[in-house]
C-alpha cells in the first residue's frame, strides 16, 4: 500500500477523465496526497475543476506554459499556501497538427520549437520552481512514449522532442540528487486521450499493442497512476533517472 499522507503534489496535464494525469492523480489521492491541479485555459476549467474538486484539491490554477509567468504563479501560490512542494508530475505535450502530420524531415522551425518548449523545456522550468520548495527532498515525474528511444511510424517529431525529455530526466536527475530530488520518466503504452487523438492513425499503433504485447491488451490511466504513486512514494527512494514502461510489455517485443 503506498502511502502518500502528508505530502503536496501538484498535478500538470488534467484535461478531462481520461487524461493520464487524471489516472495518476486518483492514485495519488487515494494514497492520502493533497494535490494542486492546473486547467489550460477558461475552456479547460469546466473540465477540469470537478474533477480536481473530487480529488479535493485545494488550489485549481490556470497554467499555460506557453505564458510568461504562468508557471511561477502557479509555485508562488502553492508556496504562499503550503510553504513547500513534496512532488510534481509534468503530463504534457503540443506540437502544431501541421508539423505532426508529415514526416519530422518536414517540420517547421517554429513547430519543432513550440512543441519542444511545451513538452520538453517546460519540465526544467517546472522543476526549477520546485526544488527550493523541495527542502526535504522531494519527486519530479514527467510522461514519454516508446517513441523517444525507437522510429514508430507516424510518431514524427514528437520522437526526437521525447528523446530530449528523457535525456533532460537524466540530467535533471544528476543535478538535483544531492538534494534528494529525485526525477523520474513513465512511459506508457498507446491509450485513447485527447493528446493521441491528434496522431495520424492513432488506431493502428493500439491495435499493434494490443496483437504484439505480451499481456495482449493496452495499459490504462490506472495502470500508470499506480506506479506513478510508487515513484514519487518514499518507497522509490533509490530510483531516480529512470524510464519506466506502463505498456503491457510492449517495449520488449516492439
Ligand atoms: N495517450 C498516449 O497514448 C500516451 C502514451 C505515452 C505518453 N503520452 C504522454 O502523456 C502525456 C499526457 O497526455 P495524455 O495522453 O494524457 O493526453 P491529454 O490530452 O489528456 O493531456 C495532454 C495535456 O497537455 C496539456 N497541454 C498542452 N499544451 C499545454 C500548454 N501550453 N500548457 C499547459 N498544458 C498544456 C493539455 O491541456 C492536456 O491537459 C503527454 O506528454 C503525452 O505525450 C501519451
Known sequence: ????????????????????????????????????????NDKAEKFVRPLAEGLDAELILPCDVEQPGALESVFALIQER???LDFALHSIAYAPKVDLDGRLLDSSRDGFARAMDIS????VRMARLAEPMMEDGGAML???????????????????????????????ASEMGRRKI????????????RAASGIPEFNLLMADAVERAPEHRLAGIADVGAMAAFLVSDSAAAITGNVTFVDAGYHVVA
Open 82 to 84: 503550503y510553504g513547500r
Open 1 to 40: 500500500m503506498i502511502d502518500l499522507s502528508g505530502k503536496i503534489g501538484l498535478v500538470v496535464g488534467i484535461a478531462n477523465e481520461h487524461s493520464i494525469a487524471y489516472g495518476c492523480a486518483q492514485a495519488f489521492h487515494r494514497a492520502g496526497a493533497q494535490l494542486v491541479a492546473t486547467y489550460l
Open 182 to 193: 529525485r526525477v523520474n520518466v513513465l512511459s506508457p503504452g498507446p491509450m485513447l486521450t
Open 142 to 172: 514527467t510522461v514519454s512514449y516508446y517513441g523517444a528511444e525507437k522510429v514508430v511510424e507516424r510518431y514524427g517529431l514528437m520522437g526526437p522532442v521525447k528523446a530530449a525529455l528523457e535525456s533532460a530526466a537524466r540530467y535533471m
Open 120 to 123: 520538453c523545456h517546460s519540465f
